[in-house]
Nanobody, 121 residues
Framework: QVQLVESGGGLVQPGGSLRLSCAAS????????MGWYRQAPGKQRELVAA???????NVADSVKGRFTISRDNVKNTVALQMNSLKPEDTSVYYC???????????????WGQGTQVTVSS
């Protein structure tokens, strides 16, 4: 099996920073795109940022210039550095990855358990 384990959420004041980390483990042959999504109560899950295995990034307009996504292909980790946080960034953040397991011909989508980020004074 494959697991994505997130860490780094919490409570922060507006204007503050947080760093989220996600580690993939288990039966992994190769990882394609990794990313972060978020879902606030009553809203749809939305893409925050994604990064390809080659390092190309896709960042939502709402967080562009404030959030930075990065990954370590050796350690199978992805991180989200969040700066200048706003109350509207409050949400549950989910790690996501497309992972191919040994012996498989295709990629499966995996999700982390989610980590709460609350931006409030």
């Amino acid at each position: 099996q494959v697991q994505l384990v997130e860490s780094g959420g919490g409570l922060v004041q507006p204007g503050g920073s947080l760093r989220l980390s996600c580690a993939a483990s288990g039966r992994i042959f190769t990882i394609n795109e990794m990313g972060w999504y978020r879902q606030a109560p009553g809203k749809q899950r939305e893409l925050v940022a994604a990064i390809s295995s080659g390092g190309s990034t896709n960042v939502a307009d709402s967080v562009k210039g404030r959030f930075t996504i990065s990954r370590d292909n050796v350690k199978n980790t992805v991180a989200l550095q969040m700066n200048s946080l706003k109350p509207e960034d409050t949400s549950v953040y989910y790690c996501h990855a497309w992972i191919q397991s040994p012996g498989s011909n295709y990629y499966n989508a995996y999700w982390g358990q989610g980590t709460q980020v609350t931006v409030s004074s």
